[in-house]
């Protein structure tokens, strides 16, 4: 069972910070593609940013501007840097992990934007 644990999510103001780590118990390039959900309460999971094995990255267009999603591979981790963040971004955010066979989930971590 692959372990993704997800962790830097936490309460903060409207125009503030966070980053998101995601690290994986494995290679990050054992994925085809990682990426980072989110799931508001009463709304479905959607795909926030992601990146492929080659490096490609893909956002969400609400967030285009100010999320940047990034890689260590030397840490086998992912992190989503969210800059002026607004509060109809909180939400539970998942890491995610896409083999051929298999999609691995973390368990979440919350991010609360209010004033």
């Known amino acids: 069972q692959v372990q993704l644990v997800e962790s830097g999510g936490g309460l903060v103001q409207p125009g503030e910070s966070l980053r998101l780590s995601c690290a994986a118990a494995r290679s990050i390039f054992s994925f085809y593609v990682m990426g980072w959900y989110r799931q508001a309460p009463g709304k479905q999971r959607e795909l926030v940013a992601s990146?492929?094995?080659?490096?490609?990255?893909n956002y969400l267009d609400s967030v285009k501007g100010r999320y940047t999603l990034s890689r260590d591979s030397a840490k086998n981790t992912v992190y989503l840097q969210m800059d002026s963040l607004k509060p109809e971004d909180t939400a539970r955010y998942y890491c995610?992990?896409?083999?051929?066979?298999?999609?691995?989930w973390g368990q979440g971590t919350q991010v609360t934007v209010s004033s």
């Open positions: 990146i492929n094995i080659g490096g490609a990255t």
């Open positions: 995610n992990g896409r083999t051929d066979s298999l999609d691995y």
